[in-house]
Protein backbone atom coordinates (compact mmCIF):
# COMPACT_ATOMS: atom_id res chain seq x y z
CA UNK A 1 0.00 0.00 0.00
CA UNK A 2 0.91 3.63 -0.69
CA UNK A 3 2.69 4.22 3.26
CA UNK A 4 4.80 6.53 1.74
CA UNK A 5 2.03 9.42 2.18
CA UNK A 6 1.87 9.65 5.74
CA UNK A 7 5.98 10.10 6.04
CA UNK A 8 5.63 13.05 3.18
CA UNK A 9 5.67 16.24 5.45
CA UNK A 10 2.86 17.40 2.81
CA UNK A 11 0.85 18.93 5.59
CA UNK A 12 4.28 21.43 5.66
CA UNK A 13 5.03 21.47 2.12
CA UNK A 14 1.77 22.33 1.38
CA UNK A 15 2.29 25.93 2.76
CA UNK A 16 5.01 26.28 -0.41
CA UNK A 17 3.18 27.60 -3.18
CA UNK A 18 -0.02 28.99 -2.94
CA UNK A 19 -2.12 26.88 -0.05
CA UNK A 20 -5.16 28.30 -0.97
CA UNK A 21 -8.48 27.97 0.86
CA UNK A 22 -7.79 25.63 3.78
CA UNK A 23 -11.42 26.50 5.84
CA UNK A 24 -9.39 25.16 9.19
CA UNK A 25 -6.46 22.74 10.12
CA UNK A 26 -4.51 21.36 7.96
CA UNK A 27 -4.52 18.05 9.92
CA UNK A 28 -7.93 18.09 8.57
CA UNK A 29 -6.12 16.31 5.29
CA UNK A 30 -6.61 12.96 7.25
CA UNK A 31 -9.87 10.83 7.64
CA UNK A 32 -12.97 12.70 8.17
CA UNK A 33 -11.54 15.82 8.63
CA UNK A 34 -11.11 18.33 11.42
CA UNK A 35 -14.22 17.14 14.18
CA UNK A 36 -15.58 20.33 15.72
CA UNK A 37 -15.62 19.69 19.48
CA UNK A 38 -19.79 19.11 20.09
CA UNK A 39 -20.71 21.59 22.22
CA UNK A 40 -22.65 25.07 22.66
CA UNK A 41 -20.70 28.21 22.67
CA UNK A 42 -21.65 28.99 26.25
CA UNK A 43 -20.26 25.39 27.21
CA UNK A 44 -16.80 26.12 25.00
CA UNK A 45 -16.07 29.37 26.96
CA UNK A 46 -15.99 27.22 29.77
CA UNK A 47 -12.88 24.88 28.36
CA UNK A 48 -16.26 22.30 26.96
CA UNK A 49 -16.91 21.36 30.10
CA UNK A 50 -21.06 20.24 29.85
CA UNK A 51 -21.25 16.90 31.26
CA UNK A 52 -21.90 17.83 34.67
CA UNK A 53 -23.36 20.90 33.77
CA UNK A 54 -26.83 21.87 34.48
CA UNK A 55 -27.35 25.59 33.75
CA UNK A 56 -28.87 27.07 37.38
CA UNK A 57 -31.61 29.13 35.17
CA UNK A 58 -34.96 27.73 33.04
CA UNK A 59 -33.54 28.73 29.42
CA UNK A 60 -30.38 26.70 28.57
CA UNK A 61 -30.81 22.97 26.73
CA UNK A 62 -27.29 20.63 27.43
CA UNK A 63 -27.06 18.55 23.92
CA UNK A 64 -23.80 17.15 24.60
CA UNK A 65 -25.87 15.39 28.20
CA UNK A 66 -29.26 15.02 27.69
CA UNK A 67 -29.66 14.16 31.31
CA UNK A 68 -28.71 17.54 32.35
CA UNK A 69 -31.75 19.99 31.58
CA UNK A 70 -33.76 19.35 34.91
CA UNK A 71 -33.92 23.39 34.76
CA UNK A 72 -35.78 24.17 31.38
CA UNK A 73 -38.48 25.79 32.03
CA UNK A 74 -38.74 27.71 28.88
CA UNK A 75 -38.53 27.37 24.77
CA UNK A 76 -35.25 27.91 23.83
CA UNK A 77 -33.99 28.64 20.19
CA UNK A 78 -30.48 29.46 19.28
CA UNK A 79 -28.47 30.32 16.55
CA UNK A 80 -24.52 30.12 16.67
CA UNK A 81 -21.39 30.99 14.54
CA UNK A 82 -17.83 30.73 14.77
CA UNK A 83 -14.83 32.38 13.05
CA UNK A 84 -11.66 30.75 13.49
CA UNK A 85 -8.22 32.54 13.08
CA UNK A 86 -5.48 30.11 12.73
CA UNK A 87 -2.09 30.65 12.35
CA UNK A 88 0.55 28.15 11.40
CA UNK A 89 4.22 27.75 11.30
CA UNK A 90 6.77 25.17 10.14
CA UNK A 91 10.09 25.03 9.89
CA UNK A 92 10.36 23.72 6.40
CA UNK A 93 11.87 26.37 4.53
CA UNK A 94 10.64 28.71 7.41
CA UNK A 95 7.29 29.43 6.45
CA UNK A 96 4.05 31.52 7.71
CA UNK A 97 0.45 30.80 6.76
CA UNK A 98 -2.88 32.25 8.16
CA UNK A 99 -5.83 31.26 7.38
CA UNK A 100 -9.67 32.41 8.61
CA UNK A 101 -12.91 31.16 7.78
CA UNK A 102 -16.68 31.87 9.31
CA UNK A 103 -19.30 29.13 9.49
CA UNK A 104 -22.67 28.07 10.92
CA UNK A 105 -21.97 25.91 14.29
CA UNK A 106 -25.34 25.30 15.58
CA UNK A 107 -29.18 25.59 15.02
CA UNK A 108 -31.18 24.06 17.44
CA UNK A 109 -34.70 24.47 19.22
CA UNK A 110 -35.52 22.77 23.05
CA UNK A 111 -38.74 23.07 25.28
CA UNK A 112 -40.17 21.24 27.79
CA UNK A 113 -42.71 18.63 26.78
CA UNK A 114 -43.58 18.52 30.78
CA UNK A 115 -42.47 18.98 33.91
CA UNK A 116 -40.23 15.60 33.81
CA UNK A 117 -39.57 15.50 30.09
CA UNK A 118 -37.42 17.97 28.36
CA UNK A 119 -36.74 17.72 24.14
CA UNK A 120 -34.01 19.31 22.12
CA UNK A 121 -33.73 19.10 18.38
CA UNK A 122 -30.39 20.63 16.59
CA UNK A 123 -27.80 20.85 13.71
CA UNK A 124 -24.09 21.56 13.70
CA UNK A 125 -21.38 19.93 11.51
CA UNK A 126 -19.33 17.11 12.58
CA UNK A 127 -16.47 17.76 10.69
CA UNK A 128 -15.10 19.19 7.75
CA UNK A 129 -11.77 18.58 5.60
CA UNK A 130 -11.18 22.04 2.94
CA UNK A 131 -7.64 22.07 1.31
CA UNK A 132 -6.10 22.23 -2.03
CA UNK A 133 -2.26 22.18 -1.77
CA UNK A 134 0.39 22.47 -4.62
CA UNK A 135 3.68 21.25 -4.12
CA UNK A 136 6.85 21.04 -6.77
CA UNK A 137 9.91 19.53 -6.18
CA UNK A 138 13.28 19.52 -8.80
CA UNK A 139 14.77 16.00 -9.28
CA UNK A 140 18.31 15.65 -11.11
CA UNK A 141 18.40 13.11 -13.44
CA UNK A 142 21.78 13.30 -15.46
CA UNK A 143 22.25 16.12 -16.82
CA UNK A 144 18.53 17.62 -16.80
CA UNK A 145 16.16 18.46 -14.74
CA UNK A 146 12.84 17.01 -13.83
CA UNK A 147 10.08 18.97 -11.76
CA UNK A 148 8.13 16.92 -9.88
CA UNK A 149 4.54 18.09 -8.81
CA UNK A 150 1.65 16.73 -6.60
CA UNK A 151 -1.68 18.32 -5.99
CA UNK A 152 -3.24 17.46 -2.73
CA UNK A 153 -6.96 18.27 -2.62
CA UNK A 154 -9.90 17.95 0.12
CA UNK A 155 -13.48 18.89 -0.02
CA UNK A 156 -16.56 18.11 1.87
CA UNK A 157 -18.09 18.52 5.22
CA UNK A 158 -20.18 15.74 7.84
CA UNK A 159 -23.02 17.44 9.20
CA UNK A 160 -25.55 16.12 12.17
CA UNK A 161 -28.98 16.30 13.28
CA UNK A 162 -29.78 15.44 16.99
CA UNK A 163 -33.23 14.99 18.61
CA UNK A 164 -32.09 14.39 22.84
CA UNK A 165 -34.67 13.59 25.63
CA UNK A 166 -34.04 13.91 29.08
CA UNK A 167 -36.43 12.65 32.06
CA UNK A 168 -36.29 13.55 35.49
CA UNK A 169 -36.44 10.54 37.51
CA UNK A 170 -36.51 12.45 40.83
CA UNK A 171 -35.07 16.18 41.91
CA UNK A 172 -31.63 14.86 42.43
CA UNK A 173 -31.29 11.93 39.45
CA UNK A 174 -32.36 12.05 35.62
CA UNK A 175 -31.52 10.11 32.48
CA UNK A 176 -30.87 11.46 28.97
CA UNK A 177 -30.85 9.80 25.70
CA UNK A 178 -29.64 11.40 22.53
CA UNK A 179 -29.96 10.15 18.67
CA UNK A 180 -27.06 11.64 16.43
CA UNK A 181 -27.68 11.13 12.20
CA UNK A 182 -24.66 11.82 10.07
CA UNK A 183 -24.52 12.68 6.52
CA UNK A 184 -22.26 13.97 4.13
CA UNK A 185 -19.88 13.38 1.41
CA UNK A 186 -15.95 13.70 1.87
CA UNK A 187 -13.27 13.49 -1.03
CA UNK A 188 -9.74 13.27 -1.05
CA UNK A 189 -7.55 13.43 -3.81
CA UNK A 190 -3.45 13.25 -4.86
CA UNK A 191 -2.47 13.74 -8.42
CA UNK A 192 1.01 13.50 -9.01
CA UNK A 193 2.52 14.79 -12.50
CA UNK A 194 6.20 14.83 -13.91
CA UNK A 195 7.35 17.62 -16.49
CA UNK A 196 9.33 14.68 -18.52
CA UNK A 197 5.84 12.44 -18.69
CA UNK A 198 2.32 13.37 -20.39
CA UNK A 199 -0.13 11.89 -17.99
CA UNK A 200 -0.90 12.40 -14.43
CA UNK A 201 -1.54 9.71 -12.00
CA UNK A 202 -4.38 10.67 -9.95
CA UNK A 203 -5.71 8.72 -6.46
CA UNK A 204 -9.14 9.68 -5.26
CA UNK A 205 -11.18 8.45 -2.49
CA UNK A 206 -14.76 9.14 -2.34
CA UNK A 207 -16.86 8.97 0.73
CA UNK A 208 -20.91 9.10 1.02
CA UNK A 209 -22.00 8.75 4.50
CA UNK A 210 -25.62 8.12 5.85
CA UNK A 211 -25.11 6.96 9.56
CA UNK A 212 -26.40 7.16 13.22
CA UNK A 213 -25.34 6.72 16.82
CA UNK A 214 -26.91 7.12 20.51
CA UNK A 215 -25.91 8.85 23.38
CA UNK A 216 -26.76 8.02 26.38
CA UNK A 217 -26.37 10.41 29.95
CA UNK A 218 -27.18 10.39 33.79
CA UNK A 219 -26.72 13.19 36.30
CA UNK A 220 -27.02 13.70 39.67
CA UNK A 221 -27.40 16.68 41.16
CA UNK A 222 -27.44 17.04 45.35
CA UNK A 223 -28.34 19.66 47.48
CA UNK A 224 -25.70 21.24 50.03
CA UNK A 225 -25.94 23.24 52.73
CA UNK A 226 -25.76 27.19 51.95
CA UNK A 227 -27.24 26.84 48.65
CA UNK A 228 -24.69 24.56 47.71
CA UNK A 229 -25.18 21.51 45.05
CA UNK A 230 -22.99 18.71 43.67
CA UNK A 231 -22.94 17.29 39.97
CA UNK A 232 -21.85 14.44 38.84
CA UNK A 233 -22.81 13.29 35.13
CA UNK A 234 -21.50 10.51 32.86
CA UNK A 235 -22.26 9.83 29.09
CA UNK A 236 -21.47 7.01 26.72
CA UNK A 237 -21.75 7.41 23.08
CA UNK A 238 -22.35 3.97 21.03
CA UNK A 239 -20.19 3.43 17.80
CA UNK A 240 -21.89 3.99 13.95
CA UNK A 241 -24.18 2.04 12.40
CA UNK A 242 -25.66 2.67 9.03
CA UNK A 243 -23.69 3.48 5.44
CA UNK A 244 -20.52 4.55 4.89
CA UNK A 245 -19.91 3.70 0.74
CA UNK A 246 -16.26 3.97 0.17
CA UNK A 247 -14.70 4.41 -3.43
CA UNK A 248 -10.88 4.49 -4.30
CA UNK A 249 -9.76 4.82 -8.01
CA UNK A 250 -6.32 5.29 -9.10
CA UNK A 251 -6.14 6.39 -12.74
CA UNK A 252 -3.94 8.31 -15.46
CA UNK A 253 -5.08 11.28 -17.47
CA UNK A 254 -4.45 14.67 -18.53
CA UNK A 255 -6.21 18.10 -18.60
CA UNK A 256 -7.71 19.38 -21.60
CA UNK A 257 -8.16 22.86 -20.08
CA UNK A 258 -10.44 21.63 -17.33
CA UNK A 259 -11.34 18.15 -18.69
CA UNK A 260 -9.87 15.17 -17.75
CA UNK A 261 -8.87 13.56 -21.31
CA UNK A 262 -7.29 9.97 -22.08
CA UNK A 263 -8.73 8.88 -18.83
CA UNK A 264 -6.96 5.07 -18.18
CA UNK A 265 -8.58 3.42 -14.99
CA UNK A 266 -5.93 1.38 -13.40
CA UNK A 267 -7.90 0.19 -9.95
CA UNK A 268 -10.99 0.97 -8.55
CA UNK A 269 -12.00 -0.52 -5.20
CA UNK A 270 -15.41 -0.11 -3.06
CA UNK A 271 -15.94 -0.88 0.12
CA UNK A 272 -19.10 -0.79 2.66
CA UNK A 273 -18.44 0.19 6.50
CA UNK A 274 -20.42 0.48 9.43
CA UNK A 275 -17.49 2.04 11.50
CA UNK A 276 -17.44 6.00 11.29
CA UNK A 277 -17.35 7.38 14.59
CA UNK A 278 -16.18 5.19 17.48
CA UNK A 279 -17.10 4.88 20.98
CA UNK A 280 -17.09 8.04 23.01
CA UNK A 281 -17.49 8.10 27.18
CA UNK A 282 -17.34 11.56 29.44
CA UNK A 283 -17.39 11.62 32.94
CA UNK A 284 -17.96 14.98 34.88
CA UNK A 285 -17.63 16.89 38.65
CA UNK A 286 -19.27 20.32 39.10
CA UNK A 287 -19.57 21.90 42.33
CA UNK A 288 -21.63 25.40 42.64
CA UNK A 289 -23.37 28.37 44.76
CA UNK A 290 -27.09 28.73 43.17
CA UNK A 291 -27.13 31.54 40.85
CA UNK A 292 -23.87 32.82 41.92
CA UNK A 293 -20.87 30.63 40.17
CA UNK A 294 -20.03 27.03 39.16
CA UNK A 295 -17.01 24.92 38.46
CA UNK A 296 -16.39 21.80 36.90
CA UNK A 297 -14.16 19.30 35.57
CA UNK A 298 -14.44 16.71 32.91
CA UNK A 299 -12.73 13.91 31.13
CA UNK A 300 -13.85 12.46 27.52
CA UNK A 301 -12.48 9.63 26.39
CA UNK A 302 -12.73 8.41 22.09
CA UNK A 303 -11.75 5.16 20.84
CA UNK A 304 -9.42 4.78 17.90
CA UNK A 305 -10.69 3.71 14.53
CA UNK A 306 -9.58 3.00 11.40
CA UNK A 307 -10.62 4.40 7.81
CA UNK A 308 -9.62 4.64 4.12
CA UNK A 309 -7.49 7.37 3.02
CA UNK A 310 -6.14 7.71 -0.32
CA UNK A 311 -6.38 3.91 -0.98
CA UNK A 312 -4.85 2.73 2.16
CA UNK A 313 -6.13 2.33 5.46
CA UNK A 314 -5.45 5.35 8.33
CA UNK A 315 -5.75 4.83 11.72
CA UNK A 316 -6.86 7.36 14.51
CA UNK A 317 -5.27 6.35 17.98
CA UNK A 318 -7.28 6.27 21.25
CA UNK A 319 -7.63 9.65 22.54
CA UNK A 320 -8.73 11.85 25.77
CA UNK A 321 -9.64 15.31 27.00
CA UNK A 322 -9.17 17.31 29.96
CA UNK A 323 -11.09 20.39 30.57
CA UNK A 324 -11.90 22.56 33.47
CA UNK A 325 -13.93 25.14 33.90
CA UNK A 326 -17.19 27.50 35.34
CA UNK A 327 -19.08 30.48 35.42
CA UNK A 328 -19.44 33.53 37.78
CA UNK A 329 -22.73 35.46 38.54
CA UNK A 330 -22.80 38.74 40.70
CA UNK A 331 -26.03 39.30 40.80
CA UNK A 332 -28.84 38.80 38.30
CA UNK A 333 -31.48 40.67 40.24
CA UNK A 334 -29.18 43.79 40.09
CA UNK A 335 -31.46 46.14 37.31
CA UNK A 336 -29.23 49.26 38.37
CA UNK A 337 -26.33 47.81 36.97
CA UNK A 338 -26.27 46.00 33.59
CA UNK A 339 -23.00 44.35 34.05
CA UNK A 340 -23.78 42.38 37.41
CA UNK A 341 -26.38 40.62 35.51
CA UNK A 342 -23.92 39.45 33.07
CA UNK A 343 -22.60 36.30 33.02
CA UNK A 344 -18.83 35.70 33.23
CA UNK A 345 -17.17 32.24 31.71
CA UNK A 346 -13.46 30.97 31.75
CA UNK A 347 -11.88 27.55 30.91
CA UNK A 348 -8.84 25.48 29.90
CA UNK A 349 -8.68 21.98 27.99
CA UNK A 350 -6.18 19.80 27.26
CA UNK A 351 -6.57 17.27 24.48
CA UNK A 352 -4.31 14.16 22.91
CA UNK A 353 -5.28 13.94 19.89
CA UNK A 354 -6.18 11.14 17.56
CA UNK A 355 -3.99 11.76 15.08
CA UNK A 356 -0.10 10.26 14.95
CA UNK A 357 1.49 11.75 12.18
CA UNK A 358 5.52 11.28 11.17
CA UNK A 359 5.76 9.52 14.85
CA UNK A 360 3.92 13.04 16.78
CA UNK A 361 1.14 12.81 18.42
CA UNK A 362 -0.93 15.65 17.14
CA UNK A 363 -2.27 17.25 20.22
CA UNK A 364 -3.78 20.73 21.11
CA UNK A 365 -4.48 22.86 24.34
CA UNK A 366 -6.01 26.63 24.92
CA UNK A 367 -7.84 29.07 26.96
CA UNK A 368 -11.38 29.70 27.31
CA UNK A 369 -13.32 33.23 28.22
CA UNK A 370 -17.17 34.31 27.60
CA UNK A 371 -20.10 36.06 28.80
CA UNK A 372 -23.56 35.75 28.38
CA UNK A 373 -24.84 39.32 27.96
CA UNK A 374 -29.05 39.51 28.90
CA UNK A 375 -30.84 41.25 26.83
CA UNK A 376 -32.49 44.69 28.45
CA UNK A 377 -36.10 43.57 29.22
CA UNK A 378 -35.10 39.88 30.02
CA UNK A 379 -36.60 38.67 32.92
CA UNK A 380 -37.55 34.90 34.40
CA UNK A 381 -39.65 34.01 32.04
CA UNK A 382 -38.06 35.75 29.38
CA UNK A 383 -34.06 34.87 29.55
CA UNK A 384 -32.91 35.50 25.79
CA UNK A 385 -29.46 36.99 25.82
CA UNK A 386 -26.12 37.24 23.33
CA UNK A 387 -23.35 34.62 24.52
CA UNK A 388 -20.13 35.13 23.69
CA UNK A 389 -16.83 33.07 23.56
CA UNK A 390 -13.11 33.07 22.62
CA UNK A 391 -10.65 30.60 22.81
CA UNK A 392 -7.07 30.92 22.65
CA UNK A 393 -4.98 27.21 21.67
CA UNK A 394 -1.89 25.49 20.07
CA UNK A 395 -2.42 22.69 18.59
CA UNK A 396 0.14 20.63 16.80
CA UNK A 397 4.29 20.39 16.73
CA UNK A 398 7.06 21.99 14.47
CA UNK A 399 8.90 18.77 14.95
CA UNK A 400 9.52 16.30 12.27
CA UNK A 401 7.95 18.96 9.69
CA UNK A 402 5.10 19.16 11.16
CA UNK A 403 2.78 22.20 11.41
CA UNK A 404 2.58 24.06 15.02
CA UNK A 405 -0.80 25.92 14.94
CA UNK A 406 -1.91 28.58 16.96
CA UNK A 407 -5.64 29.59 16.83
CA UNK A 408 -7.89 32.17 18.45
CA UNK A 409 -11.77 31.51 17.56
CA UNK A 410 -14.19 33.85 18.09
CA UNK A 411 -18.12 31.93 19.01
CA UNK A 412 -21.47 34.45 19.01
CA UNK A 413 -25.01 33.08 19.55
CA UNK A 414 -28.11 34.39 20.20
CA UNK A 415 -30.76 32.86 22.67
CA UNK A 416 -34.12 33.52 22.06
CA UNK A 417 -36.09 32.06 25.12
CA UNK A 418 -39.87 32.39 26.28
CA UNK A 419 -42.49 30.24 27.85
CA UNK A 420 -44.64 30.07 24.13
CA UNK A 421 -48.16 29.23 24.14
CA UNK A 422 -48.78 30.41 27.99
CA UNK A 423 -52.01 32.13 28.89
CA UNK A 424 -52.10 35.91 29.58
CA UNK A 425 -54.06 36.07 33.16
CA UNK A 426 -55.42 39.20 33.77
CA UNK A 427 -57.05 40.31 37.47
Known sequence: MRKRIFLLPLIALGFGLNAQSMGNSPYATFGIGEV????????????????????????????????????????????????????FKTDYNNMNVTKRSTYLSNISIAFPISKKIKFGFGYQPYSSKKYDIITREEIAEGTSTVIKANH???????????????????????????????????????????????????????????????????????????????TVGATYTFGTTGNLNTTYVNSTYYYAGEIKDN??????????DKNLIPMEASLGLGYGHDAKWFVSTQI???????????????AYKDSYRLAAGGWYLPNYNDFRNYFNRVVYRY??????GNLNINGKNINQYGLTVGATLPFQKSNVVNMSGL????????????????????????????NFSDKWFRKNEYY
Open 347 to 352: GVFYEK
Open 36 to 87: KYDNSVETSAMGGINTAYIWDFNNSFNFKNPAANANLELTSLRVQATNENQF
Open 263 to 272: YTEIEKKTSA
Open 387 to 414: DLGIEFGRKGTLQNNLILQNFVNFKVGI
Open 152 to 230: FQGLGTLNTVQAAFGYNITPTFALGIRSNFYFGKLSDIEELAFSNAALINGFETSTKIKSFNFTLGSTYQKKLKNDRRL
Open 300 to 314: DYKKGSTTDFLGAPF
